[in-house]
């Protein structure tokens, strides 16, 4: 059973860091893309970062590029967002999600496998 399993979110002060971990269960995650979703309140859930199989490419969405970080670690069947210079309007639930495919074109389809969600807070 695929499961994916998201920790390390929290309060953080604008111009702090987090890690956010996504633990995967059920299948081999270096084989499949797996991405990070966020949502605001108020707002549609929207693609943050995503990791292609075997982890040569990533892809950063226009708000978080230069600050965010995705990266696998391969022995421990965990993708991370590393967050780094945090704003207010970063503030969200981050969700970790996989299509089980190979490539990150469509990531969060119908037949998506998503995370519970972890907060992520920034205060000013």
């Known amino acids: 059973q695929v499961q994916l399993v998201e920790s390390g979110g929290g309060l953080v002060q604008a111009g702090g860091s987090l890690r956010l971990s996504c633990a995967a269960s059920g299948f081999t995650a270096e084989y499949y893309a797996i991405g990070w979703f966020r949502q605001a309140p108020g707002k549609d859930r929207e693609e943050v970062s995503c990791?292609?199989?075997?982890?040569?490419?990533?892809t950063y969405s226009d708000s978080v590029k230069g600050r965010f970080t995705i990266s696998r670690d391969n022995p421990k069947n965990t993708v991370y967002l590393q967050m780094n210079n945090l704003i207010p309007e970063d503030t969200a639930v981050y969700y970790c999600?996989?299509?089980?495919?190979?490539?990150?074109?469509?990531?969060?389809?119908?037949?998506?496998?998503w995370g519970q969600g972890t907060q992520v807070t920034v205060s000013p």
């Open positions: 990791i292609m199989s075997r982890g040569i490419t990533t």
């Open positions: 999600v996989t299509d089980l495919n190979l490539h990150c074109d469509g990531l969060g389809s119908q037949k998506a496998h």
